[in-house]
């Protein structure tokens, strides 16, 4: 997956602002400094291992079920009935350019974002909460994406842009899940959990990730059902890593 530098920088800036006062409010004692994050990631990395490893279990909880059985449902049917008419609805090319070009800059400005708040957080206001948020976020954002991989040479799905494509499994593709979902919506899950009580750091950061998504049913690179589960992928990854990273 391509990420390249934001051409945003102003956006980016603002997010990261927005977040970092919020978290100067929220702040410890000094941190000791930005390598005290990092010395965290064997931690967080065995607490991740051990959610994959639960993963079966914790996936037939009724409480999960009651989440997870919607969304199978809904990709079945994206699967079966939506994708491929959908995506055959998009013919326009310089269309699908910009779309795709945009999501690119979306995920820019989430790496961005993270990495400024990480860098804020650590050394400008010295809130380990900031520093915390923004480290963990890039850990989702990894750990979304990987996981996205893994799917992806599993699944072997045409790609939407392809002619004549329908969007068939193990036909030698990557389209399934959507990466830049995965990782939009890792970003955006961990803001949220981090900062429940901040509408405009919760719900502007879903709203980016919503945007990046849906840029890339725009722009041909991925089905309905490809976003879907990219995103519940990368959701889960942020949700869990919010939680189990030590701050």
């Known amino acids: 997956m391509e990420v390249p530098g934001s051409r945003s920088p102003v956006l980016l800036v603002v997010l990261a602002v927005c977040i970092g006062s919020r978290a100067q409010a929220q702040s410890s004692p000094p941190d000791p400094g930005c390598w005290s994050q990092v010395a965290q990631l064997p931690h967080d990395a065995v607490q991740f291992g051990h959610g994959v490893v639960e993963a079966p279990r914790n996936a037939i909880r009724p409480r999960n079920l009651k ?15 939506v994708d491929a008419p959908a995506s055959n609805r998009i013919q326009s090319l ?18 961005g974002t993270s990495g400024l708040l990480y860098g804020i957080g650590c050394a400008g206001h010295r809130s380990p909460h900031a520093a915390s948020t923004g480290f963990t976020a890039l850990e ?25 494509s329908r969007g068939e499994f193990w036909e030698g593709g990557k389209s399934f899940p959507s990466g830049h979902s995965a990782a939009s919506f890792a970003f955006a899950s961990v803001l949220a959990h981090r900062y429940p009580h901040n509408p405009w750091v919760k719900w502007g950061a879903y ?26 992928v990368g959701y889960v990854t942020g949700a869990y890593l919010a939680d189990h990273s030590q701050e």
């Open 67 to 81: 989440w997870e059985l919607p969304i199978a449902a809904a990709t079945g049917v994206l699967i079966g009935r």
């Open 207 to 232: 709203a980016l990730a919503t945007g990046v998504s849906l840029g890339r049913l725009a722009g041909k690179k991925h089905f309905p059902s490809d976003v879907l589960v990219g995103a519940t």
């Open 140 to 164: 989702a954002i990894g750990a979304a994406n990987g996981i996205a991989a893994l799917l992806k040479a599993a699944m072997n799905r045409q790609y939407p842009y392809l002619r004549h």
């Open 94 to 111: 310089p269309f699908q350019h910009l779309a795709a070009r945009w999501t690119n800059i979306g995920l820019g400005i989430e790496l």
